[in-house]
């Protein structure tokens, strides 16, 4: 697999467990909601400035590298752990298919 379809699919990924997991944030009532919103649009930013430098013919795969095991370490254990408390762990029924259907239809 290429650099080029690691951040094709790192980017489609990243939109789509983002969106799924502000969703549920919501639909929980996260009152950090808003502070995780604005890690999740940094990462995204960085993530389109790796886009940039990639289709400016750099080569990004170390950087990348680096970037992903902070990212995995620093938000996954940390801010991510912090709203694990507010989901129910029996989630109220239809809940997670809400945040799906949120997920695939955000505009409706
Ligand atoms: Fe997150």
Same mark, same amino acid.
């Given at each position: ?7 094709? %699919? ?5 939109? !789509? ?6 969703? =549920?944030?919501? %639909?929980? !009532?996260?009152? %950090?909601?808003? &502070? ?5 649009? +940094?990462? +995204? ?5 790796? &886009? &940039?430098? =990639? ?9 990348? =590298? ?10 996954? %254990? ?6 694990? !408390?507010?989901?129910? +762990? ?19």
């Amino acid at each position: 697999m290429s650099v080029v379809d690691v951040m094709e %699919q790192l980017t489609d990924y990243t939109i !789509g467990h983002f969106a799924f997991e502000e969703s =549920l944030m919501e %639909q929980c !009532g996260y009152e %950090q909601i808003s &502070q995780h919103k604005i890690i999740h649009e +940094t990462f +995204t930013r960085k993530i389109k400035k790796y &886009q &940039q430098d =990639l289709d400016a013919g750099e080569d990004i795969a170390e950087r990348l =590298l680096d970037e992903l095991k902070v990212w995995l370490v620093e938000h996954i %254990q940390k801010e991510d752990f912090a709203y694990v !408390g507010v989901v129910p +762990t029996k989630p109220e029924k239809g809940m997670i298919s809400k945040a799906i259907d949120r997920l695939m239809h955000p505009l409706s």
